[in-house]
């Protein structure tokens, strides 16, 4: 496992190295990690909205999986619909 000493020593002779680089070198270099930047970001943009519309659509796969079982007790369209929030249209569609 890498200590904070390693990080540090890792940074500065990366930054020393950066340092050596002519200016074109330079430009590229930062033209390389702003494009791995905005890769980066995208991808995890991505990523978070993905999590977000699975948990979506698992809460609304709960909802009816649970109306389905209320539905099969004889619970009323009404009781179901206050503790599931479905709308009287989706409870008789299941």
Same mark, same amino acid.
């Given at each position: 496992?890498?200590?904070?000493? &390693?990080?540090? =020593? &890792? #940074?500065? =002779?990366?930054?020393?190295?950066?340092?050596? =680089?002519?200016? +074109?070198?330079? @430009?590229?270099?930062? &033209?390389?990690?702003? *494009?791995? #930047?905005?890769?980066?970001?995208?991808? &995890?943009?991505? @990523?978070? +909205? $993905? @999590? *977000?519309?699975? @948990?979506?659509?698992?809460?609304?796969? $709960?909802?009816?999986?649970?109306?389905?079982?209320?539905?099969?007790?004889? =619970?009323?369209?009404?009781?179901?619909?206050?503790?599931?929030?479905?709308?009287? +249209?989706?409870?008789?569609?299941?």
């Amino acid at each position: 496992m890498a200590t904070i000493e &390693d990080k540090v =020593f &890792d #940074r500065l =002779f990366k930054e020393a190295e950066i340092a050596t =680089f002519t200016p +074109e070198e330079l @430009r590229e270099y930062e &033209d390389s990690l702003k *494009a791995y #930047r905005d890769i980066k970001n995208s991808i &995890d943009s991505a @990523r978070r +909205e $993905g @999590r *977000a519309e699975g @948990r979506a659509e698992g809460l609304a796969e $709960g909802k009816k999986d649970i109306a389905r079982k209320m539905k099969s007790k004889g =619970f009323s369209a009404a009781d179901i619909s206050e503790m599931t929030g479905l709308t009287d +249209e989706e409870i008789e569609t299941l």
